[in-house]
Structures are given as structure tokens and as C-alpha cells.
């Protein structure tokens, strides 16, 4: 299996941006879909994000879309989620995961390996 290491997030106003990165090793990150999920306290894990291997088509959540985007380095084995307008709603505990399916996978139990959290705090 392909072993996530997350960096980035922390603590910003809401409005602001935070930019967070999940590089892989063990294996080569294009083989993979990768997503980008949350879980905030009492909520259960809700997916946020997604770009798919091969294709490289990327898929938001409705709660998301226009403010976050995904991306992926194969170069550096790094996927990012680039997180603009940030708000208050938005604060959790951000994963990343990766699977080898070939189409949009948005459930956590399609995710097999996943990284080691990163708290995002939106505060007003």
C-alpha cells in the first residue's frame, strides 16, 4: 500500500486560504485516485474532493465546489487542496486517501490507505 504523509492547515480567519499537501511514498502516486476528506467533531467523515488516476478529472462537494481546488504532482508524488474563502463551516480534521479505482469513489470505505490528519480551524 501507498503510505500518506499530510502537511499544511492550521488556523486562519474566515476568508482566508490554506493550502494542504499529502505526499505519497512506497508507491507511485499516479497509479492512485486520490481524495481529500473531513471530519468535524460529533460529524462523520464527508468527502471534499477528488482527482482521479489516469483521467486526472477532479470532483467537489457541492459544500466546496468553486472554493477548493485539487491537484496533483506526479513529479513530486504530491497531491494538494488549495483552500480559498474559507469559512467557519469549514472547520475539521482534513484526510487524505487514495484508492486504485478508475472512476469517482466518494465514500471513506472506497479508501484504503489513508494519511494522518490535519486539523483546519476557520475562525471569525
Known amino acids: 500500500q501507498v503510505q500518506l504523509v499530510q502537511s499544511g492547515g492550521g488556523l486562519v480567519q474566515a476568508g482566508g486560504s490554506l493550502r494542504l499537501s499529502c505526499e505519497a511514498s512506497?508507491?507511485?502516486?499516479?497509479?492512485?485516485?486520490m481524495g481529500w476528506f473531513r471530519q468535524a467533531p460529533g460529524k462523520e467523515r464527508e468527502f471534499v474532493a477528488a482527482?482521479?488516476?489516469?483521467?486526472?478529472?477532479?470532483y467537489y462537494a457541492d459544500s466546496v465546489k468553486g472554493r477548493f481546488t485539487i491537484s496533483r504532482n506526479n513529479a513530486k508524488n504530491t497531491v494538494i487542496l488549495q483552500m480559498n474563502s474559507l469559512k467557519l463551516e469549514d472547520t475539521a480534521v482534513y484526510y487524505c486517501a487514495a484508492n486504485q479505482f478508475d472512476g469517482l469513489r466518494n465514500k471513506a470505505s472506497d479508501f484504503g490507505s489513508w494519511g494522518q490528519g490535519t486539523q483546519v480551524t476557520v475562525s471569525s
Open positions: 482527482v482521479i488516476r489516469w483521467s486526472g478529472s477532479t
Open positions: 512506497g508507491r507511485t502516486l499516479s497509479a492512485y485516485s
